[in-house]
């Protein structure tokens, strides 16, 4: 009689809910971050109430976000696709081995 245990890895499973956790909120909350600080650093948005002025650190802070944003959706890409990679270019890509001819 085989047990669920024997055949489901909770230490995989724990790892995956945490990536995707992280991957479903924190990126987005992220990109909405900058999203507020664009508005906030291109004058279209005040934050205390009063006539709102541009403020280039803010946007400049707000493209930096952005960018990281997409360097990590590149990268999510990259990874997931890495045996793919590897394959086609027949040299090891993060962490993938090419097959052997």
Do not use: C, E, T
């Not at 990126?27 to 109430?49: E, K, M, Y």
């Amino acid at each position: 009689m085989s047990h669920f245990g024997d055949w489901f890895n909770y230490q995989a499973s724990l790892k995956i809910l945490l990536f995707s956790m992280l991957a479903g909120a924190a990126l987005p909350g992220v990109f909405a971050l900058g999203l507020r600080l664009h508005a906030i650093g291109g004058g279209q948005v005040s934050i205390d109430g009063g006539s709102p002025h541009k403020n280039p650190a803010l946007l400049a802070m707000a493209w930096v976000i952005y960018a990281v944003v997409v360097a990590v959706i590149a990268f999510a890409l990259l990874y997931i696709s890495r045996d793919f990679v590897a394959h086609q270019i027949g040299q090891p890509f993060l962490g993938a081995k090419p097959p052997h001819k």
